[in-house]
């Protein structure tokens, strides 16, 4: 069998399998937050000028990012405890819900016992908990996946409305292929499949597909189409995979990304908030509530503190919105 055919019968037998999902929960709407940037005084979370985030109107936000073994986390030089002392109680009496999100680029959050994954989200643990987020992207063995996941599962079953999701790489071809998720991403939706886990999303990183190919996005002229590849991204998973377009959300990363000429801008918030909304997807996010605003002096590249698009600060989480067609 060459390879192209186990391909082919790899992906059709991801797409045929059981998911043992129901209907995944509520839309998720919010930005993540890097806890380690701007960080306000006493642990608390910091808005992009550093001044506590509940102080500034909030709206629901994904913490990124917790790693190491679960129930021992850290959030860099931050524990679990010192995180979780300063914000849960401060967002539950606001009424702001949150999402926990784990791993990240470079980092990685393992969970071996259920005993663990117990005083992990029992730490957070709030009303207002929206979900807990699993951003796989390296350094992860099958095994730890799959005990991830089968962790994940029991956990459920004491808090069967939590909400879980995994937070894959993808590419949006356009050439017909459907290529999107890697093998890693494979890898994480086998063993999601297998875990036993219910009501699971899988959150899409729309963002930094290389160099403009139509074998990795939609292209406008010599460009990646940001808008129309991340709408392209969720078909092919959906369609190749056989995902519900309910149990998708996505993630794209507002204003320069990884290659010159593929931005993500106002227009494409737009654009993908609408398609959240039409297509039923279960979440949108955007890498970052830091980056929501114009760079102050010129940046080469991509910026963790801003855009490096012209517009007011917060432009991209109202284009956001209007597309959903949700208020602040």
């Not at 995994?166 to 890898?187: C, K, M, P, Q």
């Not at 189409?225 to 078909?235: C, I, K, N, P």
């Given at each position: ?11 059709t ?5 059981g ?9 998720v709407v919010?930005?993540y ?13 910091g808005?992009?000028?550093a ?11 994904s ?9 021992s986390?850290k959030w ?15 967002f ?21 016992t ?6 992990f ?5 709030s009303?207002?908990l ?13 095994e ?18 939590l909400?879980?999701s ?7 071809a356009?050439?017909g ?22 009501d699971w999303?899988?959150?899409?990183m729309?963002?930094d ?13 010599a ?17 190749k995979?056989?995902?519900p377009?309910?149990?998708?959300e996505?993630?794209p ?16 918030a737009?654009v993908?908030?609408a ?8 979440g949108?996010?955007?890498?970052s509530?830091?980056?929501d605003?114009p ?11 801003c ?17 959903v067609?949700?208020?602040?």
């Amino acid at each position: 069998m060459n390879k192209m055919t186990c391909a082919a019968v790899a992906a059709t037998l991801l797409a045929l399998c059981g998911s043992a999902a129901l209907a995944a929960p509520r839309v998720v709407v919010s930005p993540y937050k890097f806890l380690p940037l701007n960080r306000a005084p006493a642990h608390a979370i910091g808005a992009p000028d550093a001044t506590p985030y509940l102080a500034k109107g909030p709206v629901a936000l994904s913490w990124a990012f917790a790693t190491g073994e679960c129930g021992s986390e850290k959030w860099r030089e931050q524990t679990g405890a010192q995180v979780a002392a300063a914000n849960v109680a401060a967002f539950a009496r606001a009424g702001i819900d949150y999402v926990i999100s784990t791993g990240g680029q470079g980092g990685v959050f393992t969970c071996a016992t259920d005993e663990g994954m117990e005083r992990f989200i029992a730490r957070y643990d709030s009303p207002h908990l929206a979900g807990i987020d699993f951003d796989i992207e390296a350094g992860q063995t099958s095994e730890q996946i799959a005990s991830l996941v089968r962790r994940a599962a029991t956990a459920q079953k004491k808090r069967p409305h939590l909400r879980f999701s995994f937070t894959v790489a993808t590419h949006a071809a356009s050439d017909g292929s459907r290529r999107s998720l890697n093998a890693l991403g494979e890898t994480i939706l086998a063993a999601v499949r297998a875990g036993g886990l219910r009501d699971w999303t899988f959150n899409l990183m729309v963002m930094d597909y290389g160099p403009p190919a139509a074998d990795a996005c939609v292209l406008r002229g010599a460009v990646c189409d940001m808008g129309r590849s991340a709408v392209q991204a969720v078909r092919n998973v959906h369609e190749k995979y056989g995902i519900p377009l309910a149990q998708i959300e996505v993630t794209p990363m507002i204003g320069v990304n990884d290659m010159p000429g593929n931005d993500f801008t106002l227009d494409d918030a737009r654009v993908v908030g609408a398609a959240v909304k039409s297509m039923g997807l279960a979440g949108l996010h955007w890498w970052s509530l830091d980056r929501d605003q114009p760079c102050k002096v010129p940046v080469q590249g991509a910026s963790d503190r801003c855009s490096g698009m012209e517009g007011a600060a917060g432009a991209f989480d109202a284009a956001f919105r209007a597309g959903v067609g949700g208020e602040r």
